[in-house]
């Protein structure tokens, strides 16, 4: 089958979060299962654009509106991922160092999706499945549709939208409709949602079926996903939640090129002591105490808003217990009170604001615990990463964090889940893992269980092959 995955992110090219890892790593699964995956997406000024090589693969010019834009496509030469990585070249519109944030975003990613489709509509052949993640690409059904440009070729190519996070649905205000290349004005209804485009919401009208990233997280759109509750209930039909996997070749704590000590579950205890001490070393930490580490955008979504009161109230009330390690960037006024706490407690506490993909292996190899009490967590990969490299998650009952972790309490029960995203909950789940590292046969049989258990791409990647089965 010849399946193109259309993405904003994919890791190692560009990635801000969760949706670059399932870009990077379904396509070469599925091309290991003997499919033809294929990735597109904007070529933007990252180091991996440097450090490989690339063809010229094919030129063409669009519209977005009035304005004339020529576009290139190019493909990296050695199939370095695993499988064909092409990447749209539209000088400068994608062209930036950094994914998102600009304030011509939705020009840029508009233009992207109209340049996709104008190079798919130039082959020859069609491919089986169009397969697209996020806002960003969710335009792409209904354009191929109801466009006049591309139904004609394209209309009958099945289409898949995989929603990795609802709550950015790529609002357009209407007066910028004329972006769209020509259509059938009756069906504006299929781009509209509450007097905008939706972009995420016409996606969902338009796919021939729509998957999302855990089965409770689609479950909760029904009653929460920032306005589109009643549209996930109307269309539930064609909806489908498949939890992620991970690249375990990747995600290995045995291998992984950016640790100092490898280690298997045989070998953990000793592993994860010298990772964890190489990690307090680096930032003053106490190796003695539990580590507990966050990892991850700093915005409400993940309740980083909690962090700096639920930190403070566990380190002044149960005073040396424990250290806390942050690594995450985002909401200014966070990362401002995180880092003001540097100066507060000494060796038991450290953040570090910004991305730093090495750093954060070295954690999730290094800490006890990693604490992930999100707001909404449609799967969540930390989680999964700290499973396979023995740290024990403590999160809070919601989306993906609920499939995938069971609480200590429950029978085989192998880390801490909490209702509420409050000092209260979080301080009293920190409580819990301060008592369990007292028991370190406890600990030793945890680690090994957890990473025992398989969530690699493999045991995932056949409910893929079954949504395209169903709409080819
Ligand atoms: P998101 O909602 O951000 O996509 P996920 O749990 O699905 O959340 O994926 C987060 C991914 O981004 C993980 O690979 C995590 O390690 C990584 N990540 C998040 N923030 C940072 C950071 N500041 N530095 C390095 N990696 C990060």
């Known amino acids: 089958m010849e399946i193109i995955h259309i993405s904003a992110e994919c890791y190692p090219v560009a990635k801000a979060g969760g949706l670059a890892d399932v870009v990077g790593a379904l396509p070469k699964y599925q091309c290991k299962t003997g499919h033809h995956a294929k990735v597109i997406m904007p070529m933007y000024e990252t180091k991996f654009l440097l450090q490989h090589e690339f063809d010229v693969h094919a030129k063409?010019?669009?519209y977005l509106g009035p304005?004339?834009?020529?576009?290139?496509?190019?493909?990296?030469?050695?199939n370095t991922l695993g499988f064909d990585l092409f990447l749209v070249d539209i000088k400068g519109l994608l062209d930036r160092t950094m994914i998102y944030s600009?304030?011509?975003?939705i020009e840029r990613f508009v233009a992207f999706q109209i340049a996709v489709l104008d190079w798919i509509n130039s082959w020859e052949h069609v491919p089986d499945i169009i397969h697209c993640h996020d806002h960003h690409s969710a335009l792409i059904p209904f354009m191929m549709q109801h466009c006049y440009g591309f139904k004609n070729k394209l209309a009958k190519i099945p289409s898949v939208l995989t929603i990795h996070n609802a709550q950015y649905q790529g609002w357009i205000g209407l007066d910028k409709s004329f972006y769209i290349p020509t259509y059938d004005n009756w069906k504006t209804g299929l781009l509209e949602w509450e007097?905008?485009?939706?972009?995420?919401?016409?996606?969902?009208?338009?796919?021939?079926?729509?998957?999302t990233v855990s089965e409770s997280y689609m479950n909760e759109l029904k009653w929460n996903s920032n306005g589109l509750e009643k549209l996930f209930e109307y269309e539930k039909g064609k909806c489908i939640g498949i939890l992620n996997g991970i690249d375990n070749?990747?995600?290995?704590?045995?291998?992984d090129s950016f640790l100092k000590h490898h280690f298997s579950s045989r070998t953990v205890t000793n592993g994860k002591k010298k990772n964890k001490q190489v990690l307090c070393n680096q930032f003053g930490l106490d190796p003695s105490k539990p580590l507990i580490v966050f990892i991850g955008r700093l915005v409400g979504e993940k309740a980083a808003d909690v962090l700096p009161d639920s930190i403070m109230s566990c380190l002044y009330t149960m005073k040396d217990a424990c250290s806390f390690l942050i690594l995450g960037s985002g909401e200014s006024q966070i990362e401002w009170?995180?880092?003001?706490?540097?100066?507060?407690?000494?060796n038991n506490y450290h953040a570090v604001i910004g991305y730093n993909e090495a750093l954060s292996h070295n954690m999730y190899a290094g800490a006890d615990f990693l604490l992930m009490p999100s707001r909404v967590e449609p799967c969540g990969l930390?989680?999964?990463?700290?499973l396979r490299y023995g740290t024990i998650p403590i999160v809070r009952?919601?989306?993906?964090?609920?499939?995938?972790?069971?609480?200590?309490g429950e029978n085989e029960g192998f880390g801490i889940r909490f209702n509420n995203a409050t000092v209260r909950d979080i301080y009293y789940s920190v409580e819990r893992a301060i008592e369990m590292y007292q028991n370190p046969k406890q600990i030793s049989w945890m680690r090994k269980y957890m990473m025992a258990i398989d969530h690699s791409w493999e045991s995932v990647i056949n409910n893929y092959a079954n949504v395209y089965q169903q709409i080819i």
Do not use: R
């Open 337 to 346: 009170q995180l880092q003001q706490m540097n100066h507060q407690f000494g």
């Open 249 to 255: 070749e990747v995600w290995n704590p045995q291998t």
């Open 397 to 408: 009952s919601t989306g993906g964090l609920q499939d995938t972790v069971k609480d200590m």
């Open 67 to 78: 304005t004339h834009l020529d576009y290139t496509i190019i493909k990296e030469k050695n």
């Open 102 to 105: 600009h304030a011509d975003d």
């Open 195 to 211: 007097g905008n485009i939706n972009s995420l919401a016409s996606g969902i009208k338009c796919a021939w079926k729509v998957t």
């Open 60 to 62: 063409g010019s669009i």
């Open 382 to 386: 930390n989680q999964l990463y700290a």
